[in-house]
């Protein structure tokens, strides 16, 4: 044995014995990591609310063109004069609501005050249901992004009523709908972080959809009209009907992925 290693031998055992320690600790740690992460997902079973909106008509058509050449006249008067194919026919909305009763009332107040004959129509998003397993943080993500699409719709119908029952003026009106616009946005940004890579399929049509959400919502806040004398209050319902009508197809859209 070399002179070297004879007079050293001790400090050169103490110091593989410390090399071999550290590296234990780091392949234990190492692996409690990644132990932590694995029993920290928890298989969960999250669904949106199913939602059935009772929605006043003001006219149909028996083709998309016919009907979207009416609307314009119904947005002077405050509808939304959005388009929507429901059953086999292509229907002008005016407005829609959760409660039965007060589209009811609505469709009463429209045949006093003007004059107009409508009718009710039921349309309906279906619950959307994921198996999936996430974490704590995740969880709160994904289940804030199936509920968007409601909380959306229901962030607007709220300031069209105030704005048509005069709570609100034009300009607390565009105030509240950016406010609306920033936490719908936020939702589906979060998502897009913890799950735009994510390929398992029904998950990236939900994360499509969002974008046609925010996109829609974001249309509101710049103020594009769809027609010359559309009121602010007509705009505002078209695009919760354009909200109602997205989160139709992707229902329709996800509950056929699974079938």
Known sequence: MPKFLKINKKNILIAIGV??????????????????????????????????????SFDKALSEKSAQSLATDYQKL???GYV?????????????YLNKNDAQLVQNSIKTNQNIETTMIEL???????????????????????????NAYKLLFDI???????????????????????????IASDFDILFGEVEEE???TLNSYLKLLTQTMQKLCSGLTISKEQTLSSLIKYRYCEIID????LSNELNT???
Not at 19 to 46: E, G, M, P, R
Not at 84 to 96: K, R, W
Not at 124 to 147: R, Y
Not at 246 to 249: A, G, N, P, V
């Open 160 to 186: 069209a009523i105030s704005l048509d029952t005069l709570v609100y003026n034009e300009v607390s009106a565009r105030l509240a709908i950016n406010s609306a616009f920033s936490t719908i946005n936020t």
């Open 124 to 150: 309906k998003a279906n619950s959307i249901n994921f198996n999936i397993s996430l974490d704590s943080e995740e969880k709160k993500v994904f289940q804030k992004a199936l509920n968007a699409f409601e």
């Open 78 to 80: 405050g509808g939304s």
């Open 19 to 56: 090399f071999l320690f550290v590296l234990f600790l780091f392949f234990a740690n190492l692996l409690s990591s990644f132990l932590l992460i694995k029993t920290d997902k928890t298989t969960y079973s999250l669904s949106s609310n199913p939602l059935t909106f009772y929605t006043i």
């Open 257 to 259: 992925n699974k079938n």
């Open 202 to 204: 029904n998950i990236k």
């Open 84 to 96: 929507i194919e429901h059953e086999e026919y292509f229907y002008i909305l005016s407005s829609s």
């Open 246 to 249: 997205l989160s139709i197809k």
